[in-house]
């Protein structure tokens, strides 16, 4: 996922599920009267969603929103295109311990939507969220937790060919757990987070046509830009086949018939003690 233009295009669903966890748990967050309020989105993307979808909905009285985000791209994209002045953007892993340690204490609340399945290391992501918190701070974290998407990474791997194109971050860490909730919930208090809520919902998205459908898939498919022009073209046969297994459409009749996505979306919801 590090071709702006194209993920803009392409995060229909990403946008619809923001959308509504930011209007069904935004109520959640324990706003703060007080001055100097800073808030971060990690994992900002193209930094729409952060500026359009999160920003209005903030206290005005928000000093500064900061979006992260691992890729340089979507970092120059999104100070290219987001003007505003209560925001500002930076390059961070927020996997990486060492990146974070200069925003240590820095935020009042952290968001973040859409990004922390593509971590395998769930504690250190955690932690690092927990130490860049204020005391008395509060997060609200969205990301996928199944999603046929990656059974698709998985049997399209066991091909030879596509074998050492699998990575552990292409398949969410919670993809095969029987209770995320729990596990989830277990962590963070372990971390020192309390009042913690972990909400895994069915979600359902339907795409209009299969071409929507590969153009949502291609958009954030890691394996793809490793690869040259002939060997895209064989991938994509391959990955699309896989697809129609999976996701259970009819291959000869997909051009205006809809398809169904059904998965999973874990909503966290937690603060960091006075």
Known sequence: MNEPKLYR???????????????????????????????LD??????LTTMEILLPKLPKSLNKLLGCDVSDKMIKFAKEVCKNGQLDFCQLNIGN????????ASFDYVFSFYCLHWIPDQRSVFENIYNMLKPGGDILLSFLGTNPIFDVYQNISKKIIWAKYLRPEMISPYHNCEDPGKVLKKMLLEIGFENCKCVVEDRQFIFPNLKLLEGSIVAVNPTL?????????????DFMNEIAKIYKYDCDNNNEGKIDVNYKLIIVYASKPN
Not at 10 to 24: A, G
Not at 42 to 47: E, K, P
Not at 98 to 103: F, G, L, S
Not at 225 to 237: I, R, T
């Open 9 to 39: 295009k392409h995060k229909s669903l990403q946008t619809t599920d923001n959308i509504y966890v930011i209007e069904n748990f935004l109520k959640l967050i324990q706003w703060k009267n007080c001055e100097n309020q800073t808030a």
């Open 225 to 237: 830009p490793q690869l040259d022009s002939e060997e895209k073209v064989q991938y994509l046969e």
């Open 42 to 47: 990690v994992g900002c993307g193209d930094g």
């Open 97 to 104: 311990s060492e990146d974070c340690m200069d925003y240590h």
